[in-house]
């Protein structure tokens, strides 16, 4: 069976999973279980207090694994994730085969920017349970970033036979098809989010450059107006006015940029685009004006900024083979 057919079963109607991990394994009926109650109280620093080096000193066995978890969860919750590191480490070196561990450990490393330390600890628990969805999100995570698109696609798709409840991993899931070109996989799995969310502004966006890429440039339009609606702001605009462009629909794409530069004087999607225009009607000097009054320093436009600079490159080079075609004159 192809991966792909494998997609479209799953986008089509996700079964349960068989056997789904259980996040905080099973606490026994020994001394953890007040603690454990506090905990699932969202009772943060009370958890803590009572996990005291005196009180751990008298675990054992189960209860002793899960006061490493309750530790570490909760010093989590409150942004020391030096600590619970910690606490996930030492409860890794006395049970090394604990999948709730050895995850965890993984996650706060992947969170930290440490992923190769974390993908040996993700797939140390897929070779004890190899469909534990945590350790594949983690993994889909770290294998996008890194730019190997097919492999994040297989975790995601494991990942979500537990997860076919969340709106933002179908989201995840879909950008990552987009970067494949996958198109109609990704606006499947973009409609799934939006049956799940249907207030994600994020969804209507992605979901407009699925139908862009098909070339529905109508259709991405009405997702971004639905962004729009939804409160997505200067970056739908933004699109809009990309995509009007692409197509060629020179005053609609004015229009756009000309909106956002009201509220965004420098912003540098709508200078690029309106120069862009203004060099198709013969105005270089007012093109160049636009590209040098952008701001280079919005590391979101990246792609732009870096378009821009070739653009004004072009601009000053064609300027001066015209300089030199009048002086030879």
């Not at 080096?53 to 209860?63: S, V």
């Not at 965890?104 to 992947?110: D, K, S």
């Not at 996008?144 to 933002?168: M, Q, V």
Request: hydrophobic share 45%.
């Amino acid at each position: 069976m192809t991966r792909w057919v494998l997609r479209v079963l799953l986008l089509g109607a996700c079964a349960a999973p068989a056997a789904a991990w259980q996040m905080f394994g099973q606490p026994s009926d020994g001394k953890i279980r007040p603690v454990q109650h506090l905990h699932d109280d969202g009772k943060i620093r009370e958890t803590l207090a009572a996990l005291s080096p005196e009180f751990i000193a008298t675990l054992r066995g189960t209860d002793l694994r899960q006061a490493y978890i309750l530790m570490g969860d909760n010093l989590r919750k409150l942004g020391k994730l030096d600590e619970a590191l910690g606490q996930y480490q030492l409860g890794v070196s006395l049970f090394p085969t604990n999948v709730d561990l050895l995850v965890r450990q993984a996650m706060v490393l992947h969170e930290s920017g440490l992923d190769e330390r974390a993908r040996p600890l993700f797939m140390r628990a897929l070779a004890i349970e190899p469909r534990h969805w945590n350790a594949h999100q983690g993994l889909a995570e770290i294998d996008r970033d890194s730019g190997f698109l097919d492999r994040a696609a297989s975790h995601y798709e494991i990942a979500l036979e537990s997860l076919e409840k969340r709106a933002n991993v179908w989201r995840d899931y879909a950008e990552v098809l987009l970067r494949l070109r996958e198109y109609k996989t990704a606006g499947l799995a973009l409609h799934k989010s939006l049956e799940l969310e249907p207030g994600s502004s994020d969804a209507h966006i992605l979901l407009a450059f699925a139908r862009r890429a098909q070339n529905d440039v109508d259709g991405a339009q009405e997702e971004l107006g639905e962004a729009e609606k939804l409160g997505a702001g200067v970056g739908a605009q933004r699109a809009k006015a990309l995509f009007f462009l692409e197509a060629g629909r020179r005053r609609e794409a004015q229009a756009a940029a000309e909106t956002i530069l009201k509220s965004v004087p420098n912003d540098g999607a709508a200078l690029w685009v309106r120069a862009r225009l203004r060099l198709a009607q013969g105005d270089a000097a007012g093109a160049l004006r636009d590209l040098t009054a952008m701001n280079m320093d919005n590391e979101h436009l990246s792609f732009t900024i870096a378009a821009a600079r070739k653009l004004s490159d072009e601009i000053k080079k064609m300027n001066l083979r015209r300089e030199d075609a009048s002086l030879k004159q």
